[in-house]
Nanobody, 126 residues
Framework: QVQLVESGGGLVQAGGSLRLSCAAS????????MGWFRQAPGKEREFVAA????????LYADSVKGRFTISRDNAKNTVYLQMNSLKPEDTAVYYC???????????????????WGQGTRVTVSS
């Protein structure tokens, strides 16, 4: 049974930084690509970032490129989202997602991800 657990969310002032973590269990972590999505109040869930199974390829939404960095540590079964220069519009619940085995390519499509965490809330104040 695959489980994804996010952590690291919280309240931060505009311009600040947070690092989100997603711990995975239930399957070999290195066999699937991972992604981060977010859902702001009153809005649809949107793609944020993705990383291939080995960490060699990363994808970012235009809205976060240059500010956010996705990475993974397969030895720790963990994927990270480093968020810098945060803006009020980054306020959302952030979800970690995993593709099904054996899909290793990073994608931006919500439909391509099989497993989802419970989300961690990020609030950026102005």
């Amino acid at each position: 049974q695959v489980q994804l657990v996010e952590s690291g969310g919280g309240l931060v002032q505009a311009g600040g930084s947070l690092r989100l973590s997603c711990a995975a269990s239930g399957r070999p972590f290195s066999t699937a690509a991972m992604g981060w999505f977010r859902q702001a109040p009153g809005k649809e869930r949107e793609f944020v970032a993705a990383v291939s199974s080995r960490g060699g390829v990363t994808l970012y939404a235009d809205s976060v490129k240059g500010r956010f960095t996705i990475s993974r540590d397969n030895a720790k079964n963990t994927v990270y989202l480093q968020m810098n220069s945060l803006k009020p519009e980054d306020t959302a619940v952030y979800y970690c997602a995993a593709r099904n085995l054996p899909l290793v390519v990073a994608t931006t499509k919500e439909h391509d991800y099989e497993y989802w965490g419970q989300g961690t809330r990020v609030t950026v104040s102005s």
